[in-house]
């Protein structure tokens, strides 16, 4: 059950630990991750808890084998169904972001599982203190709002599993949402984030001439990045499960990007799935 980049981890890390905590009791379950996805948790977390994998049983490796439930990525996790069966084994996919499962268990029992290290929290004080500065807002009522955009490979990802989405958003989106954080608070400064820089430099210039905006702060470090949208008060998101993570620690009001598709359980729809669950969360285009 490991694949992706990092946004990809957390969900599936995420999505293992919810079903665990709801369903031990009842099941008896015994949990491990692989190797490589606790060394990534591991990097961005002061502790993960689940055990990594030392060695499979023979049965758990087979794809076809009787013992081995794997439970498909665009599948609803279905507990009765799934545990009261005869197999030994049971196997998230690659990519699982069973949403619906960390949603339910509730995202502040995650939250006290995953805490970042303590180094990337002072980091992103200190930078939110120092953006505070550069724009001569030194008072504490500051509202810091994350956006963040998912392009790069991410249109041809849509274009190969999708047969019609909605087009993916550009500035006319983010001045929207950016206009609602305006008219709500006083002192708002927003924080882009995106590593994709065709459409930065086709957008940049009618987001700029608006708001109170940073882009890119820390130079397209992943985790920094990821730490620093988690630690603003609210986020403007588009899909994908990076930013979706970002928002979700963020916990304030969220707003996803409407790409028109139909709920799956795959990276371009649970921000959307969460939208229909968590009550600040809206959806829009």
């Known amino acids: ?3 992706g980049g990092l946004g990809n981890n957390i969900w599936e890390y995420m999505s293992l630990f919810a079903i665990l905590h709801t369903y031990e009791t009842e099941f008896n379950l015994v949990p491990h991750i692989p190797q490589k996805l606790k060394e990534s948790m591991s990097n961005l977390f002061e502790m993960t808890n689940i055990l990594e994998i030392p060695e499979l049983p023979p049965y758990c490796l087979k794809d076809n084998s009787p013992n081995l439930h794997l439970v498909q990525l665009n599948e609803t996790f279905n507990a009765s169904r799934i545990f009261n069966s005869d197999k030994l084994c049971v196997v998230l996919a690659p990519y699982s972001a069973k949403y619906e499962n960390v949603i339910e268990y509730g995202f502040d029992n995650i939250k006290d599982e995953l805490r970042f290290h303590q180094e990337y929290i002072d980091y992103s004080y200190v930078t939110l203190q120092s953006i505070k500065k550069e724009f001569n807002m030194d008072q504490n009522n500051v509202t810091f709002v994350g956006m963040h ?4 490979d991410y249109w041809y990802f849509l274009k190969q599993n999708y047969n ?3 087009d993916p958003p550009n500035y006319v ?5 950016m206009d609602y954080f305006k008219n709500k608070f006083q002192n708002v400064i927003f924080i882009l984030i995106t590593i994709d820089f065709k459409w930065l430099q086709e957008n940049h210039p009618f987001l700029q001439n608006q708001s109170n905006l940073i882009i890119n ?4 470090d992943a985790i920094r990045d990821l730490i620093l949208l988690s630690y603003c008060n609210h986020s403007i998101i588009s899909y ?3 930013g979706t993570s970002a928002a979700l620690f963020s916990g304030g009001i969220t707003f996803v990007y409407d790409l028109g ?5 795959r990276g371009p729809t649970i921000a959307a799935g969460i939208s229909n669950i968590l009550p ?5 285009k």
């Open 1 to 3: 059950m490991y694949g």
């Open 149 to 152: 955009y998912r392009g790069t």
């Open 164 to 166: 019609s989405f909605n």
């Open 173 to 177: 989106y983010y001045l929207k949402a």
């Open 217 to 220: 702060p820390n130079n397209n």
């Open 240 to 242: 994908g499960t990076y």
């Open 261 to 265: 598709l139909a709920l799956d359980h």
């Open 280 to 284: 600040q969360w809206y959806l829009i």
